[in-house]
């Protein structure tokens, strides 16, 4: 049986301190060179990521968490049913998820990770607190990853803001 | 004494940034004046004081989301000259062209699919809920592939070259810090095929819509100009390097061959009490008549011919209404990006297939010049970088031109010919807002970039009185 196609989606601003968190955690995902992962760092989620969404089985967003469980936490995500949330400066996981069924007729499963931050003020680099909640989370995420853990092991609904 | 009434449209929805439109009215409802406000302020120019100049080319594209790639190549190549160099190794200047066709072809991609092209499938008065990306998605979704693929493409040039999508590092002064190597080249030859079919079957979409209501697209916002490109010395087009050249309105020459340093010689600026932004003008002209526009008409006016076959083919479908002289048609931006898309997906194209890519000599170096000027065609147009460093290597000063700025005095007179056009009475209907904003979209401003106000404004509709008392307010959120 083939290895399922995971897509890594971390998303945020490194400089604005712990919202980098995302980019983060995709590069250190990267750094792994783990067969069938693919990776993607950036400000923001565009568009165009629903084309790569598509092409996978298995989606995990990252983004930094103002508030919430620490060290992070887990959401399931569902596409959206109304696309018209979208605007050029803002995508959310369930648009991206939308457009890949509704452009490309493939929905895979996905999950949203919300690493715990707390400093996002002007400047780059990682709280210390965040940066020990984001190695935690690249414990659970590597585990996933080679198939120890589920996607989503969590049952709350809603994402992190 | 005549008695003046303003509306205030406040901000002009999808645009890079944010916009305030203005129409002053006089006492017997005509227009007056009309204004296109900026209302944001950057600050770059100031806070590059004092930074090493090598840090310049990765400092400046934190200007823009949109196209930091242009804003980056431009200060490397004006720091090129401060570090002494006037011409790159052949596989520096090359790694470099491919990123900006990169940039070119991605910018190009959301304006035209995701910003313009729902304004030509739906029209102008259609519902704003379907008059938009989303609409495309739902309605014409073999669109939406294209859009999505397009863009991502061109991120993905930009990718390989620069290691990030957004604010990549490739260019320093005098060269670049990577090539492209073999494994990232084949996986872009692999996808290139698909994207230069794709932008032809755009080309052919937005002529198919522009034709079929091309009595009222010709006439919408038009207005007649001079216009400013970048142009290779042979006459081609070439959107990362070559000399100035202006046109009159009638397509004579009014300069040509310039170079960034004589700058300061052929454009002026002028500032007006009410706009963050300036308004250059060609200085021959003076600052009433010298105003003009850059941008892909002005590129595809402005230049003698194109140097890929696909759009070369599309430009003399263009011009040729003209007869030769340039196309004014303010709409007809949109035609025009789409053949400086298809001609950056040809570029890039050609470029895969050259082994300079691949090279090792990446950097050269030369003698420390106290000032740098350089400038690039970005994708909405003219943009200008200057640079003056002190001995100890730190930036005194520095100068912005960008595109948008340069069609600041465009974008307001064709703002006022569509409120001449449109406006009745003393009602902001939708037909005129929609209207305005299509008018205003047509140029693709990026304000965030234009200017030197922080803020997220609502939509405001405001009707003023000439002594400032508030007639009527209307919002849209």
């Known amino acids: ?161 | 004494m005549i008695e003046t009434r303003k509306i205030v449209i406040d901000p002009v929805t999808r645009i890079e940034g944010h916009g305030k439109v203005t129409i002053r009215l006089n006492e017997d409802g005509s227009v007056a004046e009309t204004r296109f406000h900026v209302v944001e302020f950057r600050g770059f120019e100031r806070f590059i004081r004092g930074r090493p100049y090598w840090e310049v080319a990765m400092i400046v594209q934190r200007l823009c989301g949109i196209c930091p790639v242009s804003h980056h190549l431009c200060a490397a190549k004006a720091m090129d000259k401060i570090a002494g160099v006037d011409r790159l190794t052949v596989t520096a200047d090359k790694v470099r062209r491919i990123m900006h066709y990169g940039q070119v072809l991605q910018s190009n991609a959301v304006h035209f699919f995701h910003l313009a092209s729902p304004d030509l499938l739906f029209g102008f008065e259609g519902p704003a809920e379907k008059r938009s990306f989303v609409g495309t998605i739902e309605n014409y979704p073999e669109v939406a592939k294209w859009a999505i693929f397009v863009r991502k493409f061109g991120q993905s040039v930009i990718k390989a070259v620069g290691g990030k999508k957004i604010h990549p590092s490739l260019a320093i002064p005098g060269g670049v810090n990577k090539n492209l190597s073999i494994a990232e080249r084949d996986v872009l030859r692999g996808e290139v095929d698909r994207v230069v079919a794709w932008c032809g079957d755009a080309l052919e979409l937005c002529k198919r819509l522009i034709h079929e209501d091309a009595v009222r697209l010709e006439d919408f916002g038009t207005i007649e100009s001079s216009y400013v490109s970048v142009v290779r010395a042979d006459g081609a087009i070439d959107v990362y390097d070559g000399g100035r050249r202006a046109i009159g309105p009638n397509g004579a020459k009014i300069f040509d061959g310039v170079t960034p340093e004589m700058y300061d010689d052929v454009i002026g600026d002028e500032v007006r009490s009410w706009s963050y932004m300036k308004f250059p003008y060609i200085r021959s002209l003076g600052k009433e008549q010298g105003w003009f526009r850059v941008g892909p008409l002005a590129q595809v006016n402005c230049c003698d011919f194109i140097d890929t076959p696909q759009a070369e083919n599309a430009r003399l479908d263009f011009k040729r209404p003209g007869d030769g002289n340039p196309i004014h048609a303010t709409l007809y931006q949109h035609w025009a990006r789409v053949i400086c898309m298809l001609h950056a997906a040809e570029k890039v194209k050609e470029l895969l297939y050259d082994d300079d890519l691949q090279g090792d000599e990446l950097t050269i170096s030369g003698e420390r010049r106290p000032e740098g000027a350089a400038w690039i065609e970005a994708p909405r147009g003219m943009l200008y970088h200057r640079y003056r460093v002190d001995e100890d290597d730190l930036v005194t000063n520095a100068k912005l031109a960008v595109a948008t700025t340069n069609n600041n005095e465009a974008i307001n007179r064709s703002v006022k010919k569509v409120a001449i056009d449109y406006l009745t009475g003393h009602e902001i209907t939708d037909v005129l807002l929609n209207n305005i904003e299509v008018a205003v979209r047509a140029y693709d401003p990026c304000l965030s970039c234009a200017t030197h106000a922080l803020g997220d404004m609502p939509l405001l509709v405001m009707l003023e009185a000439s002594d400032g008392t508030t007639i009527a307010t209307r919002a849209r959120a």
């Open chain 1, 1 to 161: 049986m083939p290895d399922a196609r995971i897509l890594v989606l971390g998303y945020g601003n490194p400089g604005r301190r712990d919202d980098g968190l995302g980019p983060a955690a995709a590069e250190a995902i990267e750094a792994l060179s783990l067969r069938g992962v693919r990776t993607s760092a950036n400000y923001q989620l565009m568009i165009e990521d629903a084309y790569d969404v598509a092409e996978s089985d298995v989606v995990i967003f990252i983004d930094a968490s103002k508030s919430g469980t620490e060290p992070y936490s887990i959401w399931p995500v569902q596409p959206a049913t109304n696309l018209s949330a979208f605007a050029s400066h803002v995508v959310a996981p369930e648009l991206v998820l939308g457009l890949s069924g509704s452009v490309y007729g493939h929905v895979p499963r996905a999950s949203l990770i919300g690493i715990r931050g707390y400093a996002f003020d002007f400047e780059e680099g990682l709280s210390a607190r965040a940066q020990a909640n984001l190695s935690s989370a690249l414990v659970h995420i590597r585990n996933v990853m080679i198939g120890r853990r589920k996607v989503i092991e969590s049952s709350e609904s809603g994402a992190p803001r």
